[in-house]
């Protein structure tokens, strides 16, 4: 049976949160962040797909990504 590998290092998502904000964080912010992207990347990949299949392509293309990412990241501004 293999081990169950950590989702991601807190020690370092807490380093560079407090590096780029300049504050301390709480105990459990950083599972926030971290959930917060994992939903922004799945809204963004959902988005993508319903672009490429208007545009017809068969599968997920980096232009369509591109093309959804702002409105996304609009969307998930805070």
Do not use: W
Not at 12 to 27: C, D, E, G, P, V
């Amino acid at each position: 049976m293999a081990l169950a590998k950590k989702a991601y290092p807190k020690a370092t998502l807490k380093k560079i949160i407090k590096a780029h904000s300049n504050r301390n964080i709480k105990k459990n912010a950083d599972v926030t962040i971290f959930l917060n992207y994992v939903l922004f990347m799945e809204n963004l990949v959902k988005e993508a797909a319903i672009k490429s299949k208007q545009s017809g392509d068969r599968g997920l293309t980096a232009r369509s990504v591109r093309k959804v990412t702002r409105d996304t990241l609009a969307r998930f501004k805070g």
